[in-house]
Nanobody, 124 residues
Framework: QVQLVESGGGLVQAGGSLRLSCAAS????????MGWFRQASGKEREFVAR????????YYTDSVKGRFTISIDNGKNTVYLQMNDLKPEDTAVYYC?????????????????WGQGTQVTVSS
């Protein structure tokens, strides 16, 4: 049974930092792409960042470039999202997801497996 379990969310003041983790289990993910998405209240789920399992292919949405860093620890089957200089507009539930390959990997519908989400709240 495939499981993606996020952790690390919380409440932080604007300008602060959080590191999200996503522990993956239940299958071999060596050819997969891991993505982070977020969904603010009343809004659609949006792409944040993605990384190939090799760690080579990385992509960010424009609004987080220079502030967020996605990384992967293959030995621990864990993907991270380091979030710095957080802003109130970053407030959302953050989800980890896994897709079979890079094609269309900015689109939520591409992803086969999803975690339960972790809440990130940034106060002004």
């Amino acid at each position: 049974q495939v499981q993606l379990v996020e952790s690390g969310g919380g409440l932080v003041q604007a300008g602060g930092s959080l590191r999200l983790s996503c522990a993956a289990s239940g299958r071999t993910f060596s050819s997969y792409v891991m993505g982070w998405f977020r969904q603010a209240s009343g809004k659609e789920r949006e792409f944040v960042a993605r990384i190939s399992w090799s760690g080579v292919f990385i992509y960010y949405t424009d609004s987080v470039k220079g502030r967020f860093t996605i990384s992967i620890d293959n030995g621990k089957n864990t993907v991270y999202l380091q979030m710095n200089d957080l802003k109130p507009e970053d407030t959302a539930v953050y989800y980890c997801a896994a897709a079979r390959d890079l094609r269309d990997s900015l689109r939520p519908g591409k992803y086969e497996y999803w975690g339960q989400g972790t809440q990130v709240t940034v106060s002004s």
